[in-house]
């Protein structure tokens, strides 16, 4: 049984930086896409980023693309998410999740249902 660990999140100032890491046990990473979602109090989860098994394939939502930057280390079984020049919008508890079916990451590529496993989750405030 696949279990991830997300880590990383924390307090930062706007136009701060953060690194995210998802990093899984149990299992290998490297047969699954890994998404990342954020969820805000009040609002449906949103996909931020999405890297496909062979790394060769990713995507960015429209909110953080040239910001945020997706990439994943099959050897160390983790996946990062390098996020800079925060916003307070970017406020938000994030997720990872492997998906073994998806199969190409695109803007249609978050569809939570879709993802067999999730990390728990960690806290990122974008605050002065």
């Known amino acids: 049984q696949l279990q991830l660990v997300d880590s990383g999140g924390g307090l930062v100032q706007p136009g701060g930086s953060l690194r995210l890491s998802c990093t899984a046990s149990?299992?290998?990473?490297?047969?699954?896409?890994i998404a990342w979602f954020r969820r805000t109090p009040g609002k449906e989860r949103e996909g931020v980023s999405c890297?496909?098994?062979?790394?060769?394939?990713?995507n960015y939502s429209d909110s953080v693309k040239g910001r945020f930057t997706i990439s994943r280390d099959n050897a160390k079984n983790t996946v990062y998410l390098q996020m800079n020049s925060l916003k307070p919008e970017d406020t938000a508890e994030y997720f990872c999740?492997?998906?073994?079916?998806?199969?190409?990451?695109?803007?249609?590529?978050?569809?939570?249902?879709?993802?067999?496993?999730w990390g728990q989750g960690t806290q990122v405030t974008v605050s002065s």
């Open positions: 999740a492997a998906g073994r079916d998806v199969y190409y990451c695109s803007p249609y590529a978050y569809v939570p249902s879709e993802y067999d496993y």
């Open positions: 149990g299992g290998t990473l490297d047969a699954y896409t």
């Open positions: 890297i496909r098994s062979s790394g060769d394939n990713i």
